[in-house]
């Protein structure tokens, strides 16, 4: 029961925006009754939390697979990563980054649900820090937090492109930032 709440949820949240989809909704949307869901979830704040969480899972396992995929070649995982982002970007029902979005819902820094944002984004800078120093980049800091601005640019931009272009643009971009710090 705590899945399908959590699959409606994601399906509600990221459809409406999380502050407009009610608890009710998602109660109604599963058929179950109040009780449950609160078993499950005893706040509201627990159900976005989770579901941000799943969300993160999911494109941890994503990167790691990009990175597994490419064993070692740091520079083909960056362009499955962005080809990736591209395609999710452009794909029909696509209605921005779930913790962008979380954020602007939640403008309260010491908020549960931006702790779960915060925590990610630190997760995905993080990531291309290390594939950032896999590549003999010096300033691997600075150049991550480009390339996040660019990932979250590329977002914005699938609402507008075609996922090759958003890719492509994205990946070309990428590497200008890498080449000007190496």
């Excluded at 899945?3 to 599963?30: C, H, M, N, P, W």
């Excluded at 064993?71 to 990563?81: C, V, Y």
């Amino acid at each position: 029961m705590r899945e399908r709440l959590l699959d409606a949820a994601t399906e509600l949240f990221y459809a409406q925006g999380i502050r407009a989809v009610s608890a009710e909704k998602v109660i109604a949307k599963v058929g179950t009754t109040k009780v449950t869901f609160y078993r499950h979830f005893p706040t509201k704040d627990d159900l976005v939390v989770a579901y941000l969480e799943r969300r993160a899972e999911w494109e941890r396992r994503a990167v790691g697979g990009a990175r597994e995929a490419t064993a070692g070649r740091t520079t083909e995982a960056f362009r499955l990563i962005a080809e990736g982002i591209g395609a999710e970007s452009c794909s029909p029902g696509f209605r921005g980054c779930p913790f962008i979005n979380a954020a602007a819902e939640y403008p309260e820094a010491d908020h549960p649900v931006r702790r779960v944002v915060d925590a990610h984004r630190r997760w995905f800078k993080g990531t291309f820090e290390e594939m950032l120093a896999e590549i003999g980049v010096t300033d691997v800091s600075e150049v991550a937090d480009q390339l996040v601005m660019l990932r979250d640019g590329a977002m914005v931009g699938g609402y507008l492109g075609d996922p090759q272009a958003i890719a492509r643009s994205l990946y070309n971009a990428g590497r200008a930032v890498v080449r000007s710090a190496s």
